[in-house]
């Protein structure tokens, strides 16, 4: 026997940080857990945000569940709940005891259609795309008319095993090509007096100010092409958000942010995250300056070489297939974008307003099967400037 509850104090959802904890070690999903999404809400929600989280507890009082959305009226009156994090594109999902993911399901749906104000979306951003938690939402919600589930784009996850007997065994069953550059770079960069670290207590808010700065120094070269980040958008505050999860994190070693420096001047910083062996890259910047030294591959070369040493069993690398993530890789474990149309009188009208981003998803995955890489690049860089003016 289940109950649930939802919870719309951001006090009440904080009591729960130890067992929440508890339940995204259990699932595995490093940016589920209670200081992370804490701190996401403390310094980066957005304006008007309310938490709509759903708690479910067995007869034990055992929280077995927990979906920490929230909610933001959309100023056409839509009202969508959504997890928090989406926007740095992390691996989300409600948390769940495995044995009671349907049972739990259920529960939350139930829960949500009583909520207010009523849902006309929910948004399963970041998902696994395996996952199976648009179905089991679906068909556990109360009454004769389900929710429309839709999902709207796949992004593929390079991920890492770290079944190898040690760092050295799995570099040795690379190629070798990719062994003998990995040595290289790691030998010139010591040579030049390079230092890898992660960051600590004391140099934490200096590092993440390092992160942020090389974050968008890098991106200056990139967003013509890829559009605007995030990260960059939302500066000030995401710095301030690293810094609040890295502290209270501290004690668990699950906040990462490697920073190779030179002379003590960092010249990259990447940014990791983890949670009962399951290690997820977040985001990282570089110094072009210091191209040579292929930075990026060589941040995340330590990250291993420190997974492996902590027994640890997966490196997810994050959405987007980069050739630099590929060389590492020996698995992929995609992402969704998954929504619900809840039923109800306001069903037609949320169908039409959301087929606009249906119809755009679809082309633009039309355009890049059809197309040159340089092509897409181009029509990238007109559809930028045309929503500029």
């Not at 992390?90 to 259920?106: F, I």
Request: hydrophobic share 45%; with cysteine; charged share 25%.
């Amino acid at each position: 026997m289940l109950s649930s509850e939802l919870i719309d104090d951001l006090a009440l959802l904080d009591a729960l940080r130890d067992e929440w904890d508890d339940l995204a070690l259990a699932c595995a999903l490093p940016a589920m857990g209670p200081d992370w999404i804490m701190a996401w809400w403390r310094h980066v929600a957005p304006p008007g945000a309310r938490s709509r989280a759903v708690a479910v507890r067995d007869d034990r009082r055992r929280l077995v569940g927990l979906a920490p959305f929230y909610v933001v009226p959309d100023k056409r009156g839509r009202i969508d709940y959504r997890l928090p994090g989406a926007e740095f594109g992390g691996r989300l999902s409600p948390l769940s005891l495995a044995e009671h993911e349907r049972d739990v399901a259920a529960m939350i749906g139930s829960t949500l259609a009583q909520a207010q104000p009523r849902p006309d979306l929910i948004a399963l951003e970041g998902l696994p795309a395996g996952s199976g938690w648009p179905a089991a939402l679906r068909a556990g919600w109360p009454g004769r008319i389900r929710p429309v589930t839709r999902r709207y784009l796949v992004q593929g996850a390079p991920t890492l095993s770290l079944d190898a007997a040690s760092f050295d065994a799995w570099l040795l069953s690379k190629s070798s090509n990719f062994r003998g550059q990995m040595r290289r770079l790691r030998r010139q960069f010591a040579a030049d007096g390079g230092i890898a670290r992660i960051s600590t207590p004391a140099t934490l808010q200096a590092d993440v100010e390092a992160f942020v700065d090389l974050h968008a120094s890098r991106w200056e070269g990139l967003g013509e092409r890829l559009g605007p980040s995030r990260i960059v958008a939302m500066r000030d505050r995401f710095a301030t958000m690293l810094e609040d999860a890295g502290s209270a994190m501290r004690d668990t070693d699950r906040f990462r942010l490697w920073v190779l420096e030179l002379d003590g001047k960092p010249i990259s910083a990447q940014l990791f995250v983890a949670a009962n062996g399951e290690v997820a890259y977040v985001n990282g910047g570089w110094d072009e300056q210091f191209a040579r030294f292929k930075p990026a591959m060589l941040g995340i070369l330590y990250a291993i070489e420190d997974a492996f040493a902590r027994a640890e069993t997966r490196i997810d690398l994050g959405g987007g297939e980069q050739p630099y993530k590929l060389r590492f890789a020996d698995g992929n474990d995609p992402i969704s974008w998954n929504i619900l149309i809840v039923p109800g009188l306001r069903l037609p009208l949320t169908r039409l307003r959301t087929l606009p981003m249906f119809l755009g998803h679809a082309l633009r995955d039309h355009l890049k099967r059809k197309l040159p890489a340089e092509h897409v690049d181009r029509l990238r860089t007109m559809q930028k400037r045309l929503r500029r003016r």
